[in-house]
């Protein structure tokens, strides 16, 4: 069974940094992209930001240069890391990758999410 184990998330002052890690365990051919995503209390899940399995990065436009993915593929791990943050990036963050089996089947999985909050 391929899981998602997010860590890192908890309480910071605005302005204040974090970085949150999602390591991928289970039994599994290879990871595609890798990514992070949002949920803030009574809005939508919105994409934060991914990564390939080749390194190339996309970002929500409004999170452009305050916050940064990347990963380790030797670790099967994404991290992001958050400067700057402002009350408004309080919300349970969620990682996301897909995945190939070894029947080479494409498999989308989540993590359970872990929250940050931002104090102003």
């Known amino acids: 069974q391929v899981q998602l184990v997010e860590s890192g998330g908890g309480l910071v002052q605005a302005g204040g940094s974090l970085r949150l890690s999602c390591a991928a365990s289970?039994?599994?051919?290879?990871?595609?992209?890798m990514g992070w995503y949002r949920q803030a209390p009574g809005k939508q899940r919105e994409l934060v930001a991914f990564?390939?399995?080749?390194?190339?990065?996309n970002y929500a436009d409004s999170l452009k240069g305050r916050f940064t993915i990347s990963r380790d593929n030797a670790k099967n791990t994404v991290y992001l890391q958050m400067n700057s943050l402002k009350p408004e990036d309080t919300a349970v963050y969620y990682c996301n990758a897909n995945f190939r089996d070894f029947l080479l089947r494409d498999l989308e999985v989540w993590g359970q999410g872990t929250l940050v909050t931002v104090s102003s």
């Open positions: 289970g039994r599994f051919f290879s990871i595609n992209d």
């Open positions: 990564i390939t399995s080749g390194g190339n990065t």
